[in-house]
C-alpha cells in the first residue's frame, strides 16, 4: 500500500472513530473561536495602544503579564474544576459538578480579595523593574487597573471549567465572543476619548479588559444556575462549602495554578528584563508575541479539549480512548501549527500590517524590522510549542498535575529566566540571544511532555474520589485512591 492510500484510508478512519478527529472538532471548534477571540481581544488592545503611543504599547505587555502571572495561580486552580467534572461526567456521577464547582468560586473569592490588595503597590513594582520613567508610569496605571477584575477573571475561569468539563464549549464560545465585543468598542471609546468619553490612555484599555470579564461572568452565571442546570447537576443545591472535595481540588488544582503560574512568570521575567534593553525592543518583542498569541490561541481550545477527552474517559476507564484522542489532536495541531510557521517566514508582513495602520512611521519602521525578525524565532519553536500545549493538557486531564509543576518549575528557572539573565546583562549578546533561549525553553517545554506522555503514567490516575458503585470485573485498572500521584 503507498502512503498516499495509506493516508486516504486513515482520515476518514480516524474521523469516525470515538475519540478521534470528529469528537474532537466537536468540542475543540467551539473552543477555537472563544480563545481566538480572546487572542483578538488582546490583539486590539495592543493595536490600539500602537495608535495612542509607542509607550503605551510597550507598557503594556509587562504590566499586563504581569497582572495576568499573579491571576494564574487562582485561575490554574479554580479552573482545574474542568478536570473533576469531565471525570464526574464520564463516571456518570453529574450531582457532584456542583459542589465541585462551588469549591471553584469560594476560591475565586478569596483570589479576588488578594489580587486587589495587590495594586496599591503597583508604583513599587514597576520602579523596581528599572524601565524608562513614561513608561512606568503606564504600566503602574495599566496594572493597578487589571487588579480591580481578579475575582470576575478567576470566577470565570472556574464557570468556563464547568462547560468545558461537560464538553458544552458553545456557551463558552459565546460568552467569549460578547467580551471580546464589549472589550473592543469600550477600547475604542475610552483609550482615545471618542463620542463623548474622556480619553483615558492605557487606563481606557484596562477599564475596558476589567469590563469584558464581567461580561463573561454574568453570561455564565445565567446559564449555570437555571433550574434544569441545578436538576441534573446541582448547580445551586450545592452550595455548601465541602471541605474534603475543596482539599481534593486543591491537591490537584494547586499544582495546575503553580505550574499556570511559572510559566508566565517565566515569560514576564523574559519580557521585564526585554524591556531594560530599551523601547523599540520592548514594543516589537510585544508585537512578536502578541501576533504568536492570535495564531496561537486557537490550539489552547484544542489542548482544552484533549484534556476533557482524558478526563471524561479516564472517568469511564477507558484509558484506551483517552490516548487515541490525544493522538488525533496531535495531529490536527502539528498541520495548523507547522502551516502557521511557514507564513512566519514567508509572508511576515501581512501580520505586521495592522499594526503599522495607523502608527507613526518614524517610530514603527525600526519596531517593524525587528519584529519581523522575531517571528523566526516563533517559526522555530511553533510546532514544539503545539507539542507542550497537547501533551501537557493529555497528562493534566488524568491528573498528572504534579509532574507539569515539577518540568516547569525546573525549565522556567534554569532553561529560560537565569540564562536569560546571564546573555542579556552579564554577557551582553543582545535581543536575539534573549530570545534564543525562550525558544530553547519552549522547545524542551514540548519534548518533556510528550516524553512523560509516551511512558504512560497519567492512564492509571483519576482526581474524583472512589465511588461506592461495584466496578465490574473487565475493568483492568485498579482503584483510583491507590494511585501514586
Not at 108 to 120: D, K, N
Not at 194 to 221: H, K, N, R
Request: hydrophobic share 50%; proline share 4%; glycine share 10%.
Amino acid at each position: 500500500m503507498n502512503f498516499a492510500s495509506y493516508i486516504s484510508r486513515l482520515i476518514p478512519g480516524r474521523f469516525r472513530h470515538e475519540g478521534g478527529y470528529r469528537d474532537l472538532i466537536v468540542i475543540a471548534f467551539p473552543l477555537f473561536i472563544s480563545t481566538g477571540s480572546w487572542a483578538i481581544q488582546h490583539f486590539v488592545d495592543r493595536m490600539y495602544l500602537n495608535w495612542y503611543s509607542s509607550e503605551a504599547v510597550a507598557a503594556s505587555m509587562p504590566s499586563g503579564i504581569l497582572n495576568f502571572a499573579i491571576c494564574s495561580l487562582f485561575m490554574g486552580t479554580a479552573g482545574y474544576v474542568s478536570t473533576f467534572v469531565a471525570q464526574y461526567y464520564g463516571a456518570d456521577r453529574k450531582r457532584m459538578i456542583g459542589p465541585v464547582l462551588w469549591q471553584g468560586l469560594y476560591i475565586s473569592v478569596v483570589a479576588g480579595v488578594l489580587i486587589f490588595f495587590v495594586s496599591p503597590f503597583s508604583d513599587e513594582i514597576f520602579t523596581l523593574v528599572g524601565h524608562s520613567p513614561g513608561v512606568q508610569g503606564l504600566e503602574s496605571i495599566y496594572f493597578k487597573t487589571l487588579c480591580y477584575g481578579g475575582m470576575p477573571l478567576v470566577a470565570s475561569s472556574a464557570m468556563s471549567g464547568y462547560f468545558s468539563g461537560l464538553g458544552r464549549t458553545g456557551i463558552i464560545m459565546a460568552a467569549n465572543i460578547a467580551a471580546t465585543l464589549v472589550n473592543v468598542i469600550v477600547d475604542y471609546l475610552l483609550i482615545f476619548g471618542y463620542y463623548g468619553f474622556p480619553e483615558m490612555g492605557i487606563q481606557g484599555a484596562a477599564v475596558a479588559t476589567v469590563t469584558s470579564s464581567c461580561v463573561s461572568f454574568v453570561i455564565y452565571a445565567l446559564c449555570i444556575f437555571r433550574r434544569a442546570a441545578d436538576e441534573e447537576y446541582h448547580t445551586v443545591r450545592g452550595w455548601r462549602l465541602n471541605p474534603e472535595l475543596l482539599r481534593r481540588l486543591i491537591r490537584f488544582g494547586l499544582p495546575n495554578g503553580i505550574q499556570f503560574f511559572l510559566d508566565i512568570a517565566g515569560m514576564t521575567f523574559f519580557v521585564l528584563f526585554i524591556g531594560r534593553l530599551g523601547t523599540v525592543s520592548l514594543a516589537a518583542t510585544n508585537i512578536a508575541f502578541n501576533i504568536n498569541t492570535v495564531a496561537f490561541m486557537p490550539m489552547i481550545g484544542l489542548g482544552i479539549a484533549v484534556s476533557v477527552l482524558v478526563g471524561q474517559y479516564q472517568g469511564r476507564r477507558r484509558p484506551d480512548l483517552a490516548e487515541y484522542s490525544v493522538w488525533s489532536g496531535f495531529h490536527l495541531t502539528v498541520l495548523y501549527m507547522g502551516t502557521i510557521a511557514v507564513l512566519y517566514l514567508v509572508v511576515p508582513g501581512i501580520f505586521l500590517a495592522p499594526y503599522a495602520a495607523r502608527a507613526n512611521p518614524a517610530e514603527f519602521s525600526a519596531i517593524a524590522d525587528l519584529a519581523r525578525m522575531l517571528l523566526r524565532f516563533v517559526a522555530l519553536y511553533s510546532v514544539f510549542d503545539a507539542m507542550n500545549i497537547i501533551f501537557a493538557s493529555a497528562i493534566k486531564g488524568a491528573g498528572d498535575t504534579r509532574f507539569v509543576m515539577r518540568a516547569i518549575i525546573l525549565l522556567s528557572l534554569f532553561v529560560l529566566v537565569i540564562p536569560s539573565y546571564l546573555v542579556l546583562f552579564v554577557l551582553d549578546l543582545g535581543i536575539y540571544a534573549g530570545w534564543t533561549i525562550v525558544s530553547l525553553y519552549v522547545i524542551m517545554l514540548g519534548l518533556i511532555f510528550f516524553i512523560r506522555f509516551l511512558r504512560g503514567q497519567w492512564k492509571s490516575m483519576r482526581v474524583i474520589e472512589e465511588s461506592h458503585a461495584v466496578i465490574p470485573p473487565s475493568m483492568p485498572e485498579g482503584p483510583a485512591g491507590v494511585i501514586e500521584i
